[in-house]
């Protein structure tokens, strides 16, 4: 049997979460900061690499988040063909692209020696925003690990796309005429880790 190196999860957390998120993104929109890239002490803003703002917690959504997470982990392996792994952490952020926003190509874990002692190894992107939908662009682009062949996946609201963490991807860039933040392309990046 092929596996799809992805899986799409339209309706993920729901309109009333999916609404609530978005609404906490917006209400603190003064404790965002530009996105950094890198791993450990190679940690470093670039916007030549990555143009966004982060919001590094979900508050009093983290949890019901979660929730949905542990209970999908299982079958997800299973569907992409991932062994079951041993979960240290949790990484996750809130991302807005705006204007010009964009993500050049990488991957989501660290390679070589001693770079993560629990690396990432599922990578999950939920999106949301505004409707009417107001900015365009900001595909997920999946890339083949061998080859050229690339899968582009728009960012519809309330869908969750989930991939192994070491899969090449970029965000591709985003139009926002109005400049608003609340006009944004948020997406909420959630890595599970572990051995």
């Known amino acids: 049997m092929t596996r799809s190196p992805h899986r799409l999860f339209p309706g993920f957390l729901g309109d009333e979460l999916a609404a609530a998120i978005l609404a906490h993104a917006l209400s603190n929109q003064a404790r965002m900061k530009p996105t950094k890239v890198g791993f450990g002490d190679q940690i470093r803003r670039d916007e ?81 925003h505004q409707r009417p939908k107001a900015f365009s662009g900001g595909a997920l682009r999946l890339h083949a690990l061998m080859g050229d062949a690339f899968t582009d996946i728009e960012p519809a609201h309330d869908l969750m796309v989930a991939f192994p963490s070491w899969m090449p991807h970029e965000v591709m860039p985003v139009s926002v005429p109005g400049g608003r933040l609340e006009d944004s392309r948020f997406a909420m990046n959630i890595w599970l880790c572990g051995s």
Not at 64 to 73: L, N
Not at 98 to 114: L, P
Request: aromatic content about 8%.
């Open 48 to 128: 030549s690499i990555r143009s966004s703002i982060v919001l590094p917690d979900l508050g009093p959504f983290l949890a019901p988040v979660m929730e949905r997470v542990d209970a999908c982990e299982p079958e997800l392996l299973h569907a992409l063909g991932m062994r079951p792994f041993t979960r240290s952490h949790v990484q996750v952020e809130l991302v807005a692209h705006g204007d010009g926003g964009f993500y050049r190509r990488h991957i989501d874990t660290a390679t070589g020696s001693g770079n993560q002692k629990q690396p990432r190894r599922l990578t999950m992107v939920w999106y949301a």
